[in-house]
């Protein structure tokens, strides 16, 4: 069956830190990966998308890459902040003509000042 | 921000009621999508439409309807709420692939 796994629920780092999340997934063939940002009692905000043709994708202290053999997502935030405390989601969509996208449980980060 | 609006941000309500959760959304986008999601827990897909006068049950199976008759508009009704409905309830909508979604800020539902 399919599933998306995020590598841990938790995630507590120190401010100025690279904060590293981890996206795996099984018997997907997905065309994009997404992440999102969800802030508590707040719906997730798009963040960045990388097709399964691209390697990494920036997005000024964001960095995300997508590894179709390893069937894995990597998503970094450098110079990390205590504003950027939030739980991280990872999406895929279900292949090609899908609309539809499949959330991952998410990582809830802490930047500890 | 996205302009996609949700009312009521939070309702508590007694069982039995018939409730209507609004969506609407001002990007003209074809597709919206209705999401249920419990406190820390991922997002499930409970309905979707790809345009108006098109609407599909989603991967979690829901006692709730919806209805799409105008392109902005995508309202949740539950025509009888029990404590089983208490949830967050979040609506999206995407423009075409690669999709991204944009979502409105939910509603906490509440059944007592």
Known sequence: SQKIEQNSEALNIQEGKTATLTCNYTNYSPAYLQWYRQDPGRGPVFLLLIR???????????KVTFDTTLKQSLFHITASQPADSATYLCALDSGAGSYQLTFGKGTKLSVIP | EADIYQTPRYLVIGTGKKITLECSQTMGHDKMYWYQQDPGMELHLIHYSYGVNSTEKGDLSSESTVSRIRTEHFPLTLESARPSHTSQYLCASSDARPCEQYFGPGTRLTVT
């Open chain 1, 52 to 62: 399964e043709n691209e390697k990494e994708k920036r997005k000024e202290r964001l």
